[in-house]
């Protein structure tokens, strides 16, 4: 990548130019040549965006709602952009094909900007570029940027580490898992959103989200975490729901959380950079050659992967 | 950890007492003084154990599966240990007192062996050390180990590289999430159990996934994923399904793709273990002052985190 393209993408992704936006998100996606010299010029415009992460059961209605968010922010005049990492939602194309058409429309909206990743071998859990793939869109003057994933297990971590509100999308249906789920979901919500509220049981799953979440020790600035009834695909509780993330967001900004949040994720993204290239760096081609060359050794119990290992890092 | 302590330890476990194997996984699980120095010693015993895993949306009746078949075990004779890494199993504590006590009774058989391990920040997801401590269990003796996790996201792709044999139990009411969770649960399965079949739908659900069964490609040794049907709760088709367990067992050996199987995993181990010990040995203290004392610099843009990273590595 010359300095010459590279000057001239990022000059137009600062335009909020769709296509130059989606080139780079291939370019990140795809960890193409020149990926990291992009990113680094692009840094500097980013933090301004609010990321909010969506996230619940498979069903729960999270691309619905994102919908409906993202509609109501684009009357509002804002910029929005959307990182689908939820191989189940209509935005990456998981889904079926009613829901999908179903979608669409805001995505044709000007200031809204939809892309799909890959979810990490394609098995679940955030893909590793998200936090750069959100790092281009924030760059290109978005407010607010939505990443959706489906939330069970470790890409609930990941996206509580990622967004700074985190909305949990329940159904009444939940009902049964939303005890189960306590140790997971109930952990990182800011805002609990229960979806599809004119069904049965509405009322009692949403009494059973406020009792678990008096349970739970207070955040670090004293958010209080709200349980928000919505019926998306009616537009029913989205502009409260905008509310409650604005009040979030202030109070984020307010209380400082915001900065410490920030700070946070700069730490492992740094961390995670550096495991990287460490290991990146350590596993050439005689190393790989080396460990495949001895892996019927340890199969038999020659030796022993412990002191292998070892062996290998003497060698270094 | 003296050598007189470990080797003690080590024939203990080799003779499958319950009070070292437990003191074994307690080191292991809090990566105690000594733990490398024990898995090294137990690593000549291990092998031998078929290792089973177990995954599925939460309320799907993986517990109940897993009780049904360690009774089973228990009647043939048959070794079991378990590695219950699911927040919502009952092994682990995470679910209501009746389930916990209903899962009490297998627990007491002379044969079978129960551990719980939290989940990694308790957000979900196998822990680091589950391999660690199916080798322990291995060592001791049993023919078969059970790891039952909650799945989806990052956990199943995990469970489908350390089992031998990945079990995906559902249950009629997930007919929406089937279509849905394809891209994960659908691809791991070797066996697809469908619980709770006595329910509305079962038959429905069931030639649901067969159909999509026929869209995968075949598997690399040609086995034939299979649904089977259960109502684990009234024990009914329990016994089929360890009968399917078996062949799949038996086919892995036949076709020799147990080997490669587990030399994938050992690979996968010294590719974690080579990580792991290449950033324990990066971030000292001094790495990690520098760090912290440059997060602002890098938050206020002065300098971006890929810039930083070089800079790290360079100082090195």
């Not at 137009?12 to 020149?34: C, F, Q, Y």
């Not at 604005?246 to 740094?270: A, D, F, N, P, V």
């Not at 596993?283 to 050659?289: I, L, Q």
Request: aromatic fraction near 4%.
């Amino acid at each position: 990548m010359t300095d010459e393209f590279l000057n001239n993408l990022v000059d137009k992704i600062r335009a909020s130019d769709k296509r130059s936006i989606a080139k780079a998100l291939t370019i990140i996606e795809n960890e193409s040549e020149g990926n990291e010299k992009l990113l680094k010029g692009l840094y500097k415009f980013t933090g301004k965006a609010h990321r909010i992460g969506i996230t619940g059961p498979p069903g729960a209605g999270k691309s619905t709602v994102t919908n409906g968010l993202l509609k109501l922010m684009n009357e509002k005049g804002l910029k929005t952009g959307v990182i689908a990492v939820d191989p189940t939602s209509p935005f990456t194309g998981g889904a079926l094909l009613g829901d999908r058409i179903r979608m669409q429309d805001s995505g044709l909206l000007e200031n809204v900007f939809i892309r799909s990743m890959a979810t990490r071998g394609s098995l679940g859990g955030l893909c590793k570029n998200v936090v750069e793939a959100c790092d281009v869109l924030d760059a290109s003057g978005k407010d607010f940027i939505i990443i959706e994933t489906v939330g069970v297990g470790q890409s609930e971590l990941d996206i509580a580490q990622t967004a700074d509100t985190t909305l949990v999308i329940l159904v009444p249906e939940s009902g049964d898992s939303v005890q189960a789920m306590k140790a997971g979901l109930m952990e990182i919500a800011d805002i609990f959103v229960l979806n599809k509220s004119d069904r049965d049981g509405a009322d009692a799953v949403a009494a059973t989200i406020k009792n678990i979440i008096h349970l739970k020790p207070p955040t670090p600035d004293n958010w209080i975490i709200d349980v928000l009834k919505s019926t998306a695909s009616k537009n029913i509780g989205i502009e409260e729901l905008f509310e409650k993330i604005l009040e979030h967001k202030s109070h984020l900004m307010k209380s400082g959380y915001l900065k410490t949040k920030r700070q946070q994720q700069l730490k492992k993204k740094i961390t995670e950079l550096l495991t990287n290239k460490l290991t990146v760096s350590f596993w050439g081609e005689d190393k790989k050659k080396y460990l495949n060359d001895n892996l019927e050794l340890i199969s038999e119990k020659k030796t022993d992967p412990y002191t292998f290992v070892e062996g290998m890092l003497d060698k270094k």
